[in-house]
């Protein structure tokens, strides 16, 4: 999306994706927190003139929670460190 364009209402998203408007809400104020949209009240909500080190760290930020989410369950399920290295070896050499 280009900087300045004007998103869709939280009420539209909803309607569209046929999901709760306090979920698209909290997705909104998350977006706008990490500084990819923002609001003018009366207006709606625009994409940020976000730079690309924004987005990296954005990503970044999304993988290690996801990695670290992997490593809780790994441990909740008795995976040892040693296996889930090795798993994750397993697949990276799987997805070249």
Do not use: C, N, W
């Not at 706008?32 to 987005?55: A, C, D, N, R, W």
């Amino acid at each position: 999306m280009e900087p300045d364009q004007l998103l869709p209402s939280i009420r539209l998203l909803a309607k569209e994706l046929q999901i709760s408007v306090i979920t698209t809400k909290r997705a909104y104020e998350e977006l706008e927190k990490e500084g990819l949209i923002y609001t003018v009240p009366g207006k709606g909500s625009f994409v940020s003139g976000h730079s690309e080190e924004l987005l990296e760290k954005s990503k970044t930020r999304l993988l290690e929670e996801k990695l670290q989410e992997a490593i809780i369950l790994a441990e909740s399920v008795g995976v040892s460190r040693e296996d889930l290295e090795r798993l994750f070896t397993v697949l990276l050499e799987d997805e070249s």
